[in-house]
């Protein structure tokens, strides 16, 4: 599984992202190599988890938040409350908002998302963002 | 200025008289569980319209905590996995315990911990489907989360709902939780190996789900000795 997430990172980090091929290796992640529930070390109270769910180490879960299906969550990443993961893979030291819903996204390592109330669907996304405006989106 | 004390009185006065919502907040509080119940009910539609669709049978299991809804579905999943394909999904607070158990009779399953929700509801239900290739399957089964009060509040769209209590919670068990006996098709009372030992009126107990819904089917079994499991399985018409 790490080896498919490393191409996956590999491939979004690049200036010009091969679409056709993001496509394919996250849909195949997604459906074959993320399987069951290993969700060990979670910081948080209890959030809803639908399966496949994997999380890294020290994830920081808020209140009132639905991760899953099919969603993967890197080492320190941090989930606001009332968030919505599915489809989904976010990796490292991230940071989601309040109350944000991402279907089909990619989240890259690092990125901020520091807004509230969004609804994000089909794309990666990178950048430290104040707003939602200020996030570079990758349609996908 | 009222003191920290007294203002805690007068809010606990204002609380007894409103009924935990301020009165500027009651029709919003009223307004808003109206619509989560119907917006469930609306999803639980559209699930048992996309199930029908793909020719897969569906089945609600709800029930006591430690009733016996897992070892029940190993069972008849034992039986039947090689007439069905099944997925077997499982509603607890937390761990993979049910699902794993379930697994190990060839059945493929979904773990759901709904954290501090008490039921599953029809949005979960509605999240797995839509992320599954229904062509894949004949039979889907949900266990909900153990306990006679949440999941009432939720259908889920399935074609059927069975609920099992069983002889260790006390004769007064049903009697005592009207509603899911209201909206369920089969009533099963399980653990029947240890009726004589610990003397249960099971009669009383099939009395009371009956004078609660008079077309309740009820049965009684044991996973433990297997009585009865088949005719379970043919009364879900499998
Ligand atoms: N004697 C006897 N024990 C049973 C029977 N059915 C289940 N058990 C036991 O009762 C305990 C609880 O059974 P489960 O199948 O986990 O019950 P459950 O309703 O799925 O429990 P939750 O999902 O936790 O609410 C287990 O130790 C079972 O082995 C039965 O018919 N007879
Ligand atoms: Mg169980």
């Known amino acids: 599984m790490k080896e498919k997430l490393e191409e996956i990172e590999e491939l979004v980090n690049e200036i010009e992202v091969d679409i056709l091929k993001l496509q394919s290796l996250f849909s195949n992640f997604l459906k074959k190599h993320l399987k069951g529930l290993i969700i060990e070390n979670y910081i948080g109270e209890y959030p809803t988890f639908m399966e496949p769910v994997i999380l890294g180490e020290k994830v920081k879960i808020g209140d009132d938040v639905l991760i899953g299906p ?43 998302l520091n807004f509230n109330n969004s609804n994000i669907k089909n794309c990666i996304l990178k950048g430290i963002a104040n707003s939602e405006k200020e996030v570079l989106k990758i349609y996908f | 200025m009222p003191n920290k004390k007294e203002k805690v009185i007068t809010r606990i006065q204002e609380l007894e008289s409103i ?44 029930g006591a905590i430690g009733a016996g809804k897992t070892a029940i579905l190993e069972k008849i999943v034992e039986i039947i996995a090689s007439k069905y394909r099944i997925l077997v999904i499982c509603g607890d607070i937390t761990t993979r315990v049910d699902a794993d158990r379930i697994q190990s009779h060839n059945a493929e399953t979904i773990q759901i911990n709904t954290g501090r929700e008490c039921a599953l509801n029809a949005y979960h239900i509605y999240q797995i489907i839509k992320n599954k290739d229904l062509k894949n399957y004949d039979l889907i089964f949900i266990e909900n989360v153990g306990n006679l009060i949440c999941p009432s509040d939720f259908i889920l769209g399935t074609d059927k709902r069975i609920i099992i209590v069983s002889i260790t919670e006390g004769e007064w068990v049903i009697e005592k939780h009207p509603m899911l006996f209201k909206m369920s098709q089969i009533a099963v009372i399980n653990k029947i190996d240890l009726a004589k030992r610990l003397g249960t009126n099971v009669e009383k107990m099939i009395d009371d789900a009956k004078k609660i819904n008079p077309n309740i089917e009820v049965i009684t079994t044991s996973a433990k000795t297997g009585e009865n499991i088949t005719k379970l399985i043919e009364k879900l018409e499998l």
């Open chain 1, 70 to 112: 099919y969603v993967y969550i890197g080492d320190n990443s941090e989930i606001g409350n009332y968030a919505e993961l599915s489809n989904t893979i976010i990796f490292d030291n991230v940071r989601v908002g309040t109350n944000i819903k991402l279907d089909n996204c990619i989240v890259t390592k690092n990125c901020k």
């Open chain 2, 19 to 62: 009924n935990l919502a301020r009165e500027e907040d009651r029709d919003l509080v009223v307004q808003t569980k109206k619509e989560v119940e119907k917006d469930n009910e609306l999803l639980a539609l559209q699930i048992n319209q996309e199930l029908r669709k793909n020719n897969i049978k569906s089945i609600d299991v709800v």
